[in-house]
């Protein structure tokens, strides 16, 4: 069986929904060519993934394994609790005199690497 590698970030302050746009790109790929795709992408959450995929690798190389043959095996984003400001009110759309809470979303980034076999 495959040895695999973990690796999480916790709480970054991004939707889940532009965090995924990115994940998706680089899922099933290898870990050193996610890291090069993603340098190139100009989104704001390449970044932060290419940092987890960097740890994860780092993850790998500290237990032994080929970091040459490492690949994602899965990627997730997922949401992670929200801040809500204490004076954090606008208009709602269409308000007539009604207000909503701004609503600031934070990720949790989960990646997983396995070595391929052969």
Known sequence: MAETVR???RYIPMSPM???RIVDVVRGMGAQAA???LGSLP???ALPVSKLIRSAVANAD???LDINSLFIAQIA?????GVMPGKGWRAAWGSRG??????????HITVVLE???G
């Open 7 to 9: 690796a999480t970030a």
């Open 18 to 20: 532009k965090v995924r």
């Open 35 to 37: 890291i090069d795709a």
């Open 43 to 45: 989104h704001a959450a």
């Open 62 to 64: 500290e237990i032994g």
């Open 77 to 81: 984003a997922d949401e992670a609790p």
């Open 98 to 107: 009604r207000y909503r809470p701004i609503r600031k979303r934070s990720s």
């Open 115 to 117: 070595e391929r076999q």
